[in-house]
C-alpha cells in the first residue's frame, strides 16, 4: 500500500523497483503468466488512519522467489519513503493468483404481509 498523494511516477518507480530487485535475486516476474503480475487496485479507504491519510493506494504484486528475497524485499519496502503497508503471503498451489472475485449480490426477498387479527377489529362500547 503506497501513499496516495505520490504523484503515479513515483509509484511506478517504486513497483519497477521491486520488479528488478525479485529478477536480481533468481525469481520469477513474468508478466504475461499468472504468477508474475501486477494489478493495480487504486485508492481504497483505510479502516484506520495510517500517518493521518485516510486512503491508501493498493498495488497487487505475484511473484515466485526464495525466502532471501522476499526478506530483501521487505527490508527493501520498509526503509521506502511512500510505502505505507506491505504484507507478503504464501499463496497456495492451485489457488487464484489475484484479488478475490466479488461475490453476487443477495436476492431481494419480499417481505409477507402481516396477518392482523380481526377479533381486535371491535371496539369496547358495542
Known amino acids: 500500500m503506497l501513499d496516495p498523494e505520490l504523484p503515479e511516477d513515483r509509484q511506478n518507480e517504486i513497483v519497477k523497483r521491486s520488479q528488478e530487485l525479485i529478477k536480481k ?31 491508501g493506494s493498493y498495488h497487487l504484486l505475484n511473484f515466485d522467489a526464495e525466502p532471501e528475497t522476499l526478506e530483501e524485499l521487505s527490508r527493501v519496502l520498509r526503509i521506502t519513503d511512500g510505502v505505507m503497508r506491505h504484507l507478503a503471503v504464501r499463496r497456495i498451489e492451485g489457488s487464484a493468483p489475484g484479488p478475490p472475485p466479488p461475490e453476487p449480490e443477495p436476492a431481494a426477498q419480499s417481505v409477507p404481509e402481516p396477518a392482523y387479527a380481526e377479533a381486535n377489529m371491535r371496539s369496547e362500547e358495542e
Do not use: C, N
Not at 37 to 46: C, E, S
Open 25 to 55: 535475486s533468481g525469481g520469477k516476474w513474468d508478466a504475461h503468466q499468472p504468477w508474475g503480475r501486477h494489478d493495480v487496485w487504486g485508492r481504497r479507504r483505510l479502516a484506520y488512519e495510517i500517518d493521518h491519510k485516510g486512503e
